[in-house]
């Protein structure tokens, strides 16, 4: 049984910094991604980073540089935001999917496993 808990949104002036945690369980099978997600109002949902098991990582080109995506030992996923813009406000989900191959990491619909979002607001 495959659960994820998002933690950490809040809000942050422009140019900050803030990290989000993704709790993970019941998903260790050694294959797959897991990735962030983010939706604003009015907008469709959109991959922001991907992390494949082996280590191979994605980001979407407006957060590059800023973004990092990573997951401790304690299966925890991580996604550090610094130099944070207006634009970056949303809710952010995190995602999981064993069947996930990297053309398809930022399909939301190719992830099975979804936690409940935690918002983000950079004002």
């Known amino acids: 049984h495959v659960q994820l808990v998002e933690s950490g949104g809040g809000s942050v002036q422009p140019g900050g910094s803030l990290t989000l945690s993704c709790e993970l369980s019941?998903?260790?099978?050694?294959?797959?991604?897991v990735a962030w997600f983010r939706q604003s109002e009015g907008q469709e949902r959109e991959g922001v980073a991907a992390?494949?098991?082996?280590?191979?990582t994605r980001y979407k080109d407006s957060v590059r540089g800023r973004f990092t995506i990573s997951k401790d030992y304690g299966k925890t996923l991580f996604l550090q935001m610094t130099d944070v813009r207006p634009e970056d406000t949303a809710k952010y989900y995190c995602?999981?999917?064993?069947?996930?191959?990297?053309?398809?990491?930022?399909?939301?619909?190719?992830?099975?496993?979804w936690g409940q979002g935690t918002q983000v607001t950079v004002s």
């Open positions: 995602a999981a999917g064993r069947q996930v191959t990297y053309s398809r990491s930022f399909t939301w619909y190719a992830y099975t496993h």
């Open positions: 019941g998903f260790a099978d050694g294959s797959g991604y």
């Open positions: 992390l494949a098991s082996e280590g191979t």
